[in-house]
């Protein structure tokens, strides 16, 4: 199932640097993992929106929670299902 991630990151800057080659890190391993598909900023902020895939809800919220500025981060959900105009390929 996919999942459009709206991720509000309100980590004290002093926290963020350095976290950042750990959050690097646990990103690379979901993207291998094939859970995180695309991650986008938001121009001038710290925000960014992300498409995962997992295969529910409770295994999104796994792998949220995984990254190491979770504690910081507010996180909207939208799950994501397929248009009926969509072509299948």
Known sequence: MEFLVRQQNNTPPEEREALR???RAR???LREAGIL????RVL??????ALYEA???DAL???LLSLPTARWMK???EPLVTHPQEKKT
Do not use: L
């Open 21 to 23: 080659p750990k959050e």
């Open 27 to 29: 990103a690379q391993e």
């Open 37 to 40: 598909v695309k991650i986008w």
């Open 44 to 49: 001038g902020s710290t925000d960014s929106i």
């Open 55 to 57: 295969a529910d809800a």
């Open 61 to 63: 919220h796994e792998a």
């Open 75 to 77: 996180f909207q959900v």
